[in-house]
């Protein structure tokens, strides 16, 4: 049997999810304190520079917890990205800018976006070393997956990004952009992170993708020897699954889908996003969730 491990010095973050992060979520998430630390879902800059206006209302949800936030940006231009990121240093108490490189979606990457800058991993240092100019520095850090066709391209960009010290941290997500979220690549999680950790030298790499308990990250962790871990989506089925790193005796998963819930409805919620929260936190087939249907579908007695 193993040891129990001991999370006292790897960071627990919660991954940003496009479309989740809206801030009736993030208000719920502080309210029942659930997380110690936030990265923002991306900023998408294309052209021009967002108002100031703009930026600081972007995160401002996430800044009333008290607690560290990393904005996280996407886009092509790193002179764009700079600026944008100085701005948001001035204008925010962000704690940190984060560049997705990460991002599958067939939207982003068709620009250049998002994993579509893994297409050329020989550029990617260079990238983040033009972001990083604009700002102090060790408040840089990256999101990207392991390649864009093949692991092996990390091999060419992670020890380059070592070497450039314009990322203070990275988070490593194991598939390939071409992998989307298949679960084939699944069985290749820990070989992955263990290789990015030892490419990436001295950089501390969080690892991402499909940690679904304390006992599954403890099992990456050992293999990889990483710096942490970062999850996403199976947060939502167990809220405080982050929690449980730290307080064992946390609430478990269906009691802490109970409260949540609660905890949105006395927010005042409106139906279309309890649904949707619903959704995540239960699925579609539960009968929770269709309990739910019928009741905000019924009509007003």
């Not at 764009?80 to 990121?85: K, N, P, S």
Request: charged letters at 20%; hydrophobic letters at 45%.
């Amino acid at each position: 049997m193993l040891m129990q491990y001991d999370f006292s010095k790897i960071e627990i973050w919660p991954g940003p999810m496009e479309g989740v992060g809206k801030a009736e979520f993030v208000r719920t998430v502080n309210a029942m304190r659930l997380t110690e630390r936030w990265m923002t879902p991306f900023l998408r800059l294309s052209e021009t520079m967002p108002s100031d206006a703009v930026l600081r209302r972007f995160a401002a949800a996430y800044f009333a917890s008290q607690v560290p936030v990393t904005i996280q940006l996407m886009g092509t231009s790193p002179q764009l990205l700079g600026q944008c990121a100085a701005r948001l240093l001035e204008l925010t108490p962000a704690a940190g800018i984060n560049l997705n490189f990460g991002c599958p979606s067939s939207r982003v990457v068709k620009h250049g976006a998002g994993g579509g800058v893994l297409k050329q991993p020989e550029k990617i240092a260079d990238f983040c070393a033009e972001v990083a100019a604009y700002l102090p520095p060790g408040k840089l850090s990256v999101k990207l997956r392991a390649g864009w066709t093949s692991a092996h391209d990390m091999e060419i960009f992670l020890p380059a990004l070592a070497a450039s010290q314009a990322v203070s941290k990275i988070f490593f997500h194991y598939r390939t952009v071409q992998e989307f979220y298949s679960p084939d690549a699944l069985p290749f999680r820990e070989q992955r992170t263990a290789l990015a950790v030892q490419c990436a030298g001295n950089i501390p790499v969080i690892a991402n993708g499909d940690i679904t308990s304390t006992a599954d990250a403890a099992q990456l962790l050992r293999a990889a020897r990483c710096a942490g871990i970062m999850i996403a989506r199976p947060w939502m089925r167990d809220p405080y699954l982050l929690t449980r790193f730290t307080v064992p005796d946390a609430p478990d998963a269906e009691t802490g889908r109970e409260q949540f819930f609660s905890e949105l409805r006395r927010h005042g919620v409106q139906a279309g996003a309890l649904i949707e929260m619903a959704k995540m936190l239960w699925g579609i087939k539960h009968e929770k969730f269709i309990s739910l249907l019928q009741e905000l579908h019924s009509p007003a007695e």
